[in-house]
């Protein structure tokens, strides 16, 4: 039986492929072994192995931050990187940030400050806001834009999402100066 193509484009090792191998993620604190082509993209695996779909898959060529994830607390575009690249990685998604149904500071933020419209880079923008954080580089507004400059938000949401980031920041005690 030969696998269909979404099967293929979502990592899955066609049967009797030598090309299978085994990685081990923890993805939002929970433990995952699973056999992946060694062609499987982060983002791929996050959406069609885990279900975790809050990632979005955007350009699909690390220009629009709509699939950003954090890796051992690092943020990276999940489209560019292959998951085997990340073996023994810890990955937090969206869908990690919240603690049960508390919302993280950053996701309560950015729902205070309606830092979203369409809500489609939400997601990326807010994992990519934590990375910001957790960098310790933004001293600055002008910082923190610079710094969010590869999260493109289509319906120019920028300025609430700026403040959003700003108040998470500062309720962190990592606040820029203004």
Known sequence: MNPSSRDVAAGAVPAGSPSGVEITLEVNGVEKRMEVAPWTTLLDLLREYLALTGTKKGCDHGQCGACTVLVNGTRINSCLTLAVMKDGAKVTTIEGLASGE?????????????????????????????????????????????????????????????????????????????
């Open 102 to 178: 508390t919302l993280h500071p950053l996701q309560q933020a950015f729902v205070e400050h309606d830092a979203f419209q369409c809500g489609y880079c939400t997601p990326g923008q807010i994992c990519s806001a934590q990375g910001l954080i957790n960098e310790g580089k933004a001293r600055t507004l002008d910082d923190i834009r610079e710094l969010m400059s590869g999260n493109l938000c289509r319906c120019g949401a920028y300025t609430n999402i700026v403040a959003a980031i700003e108040q998470a920041m500062r309720a962190s005690g990592k606040g820029p100066a203004r």
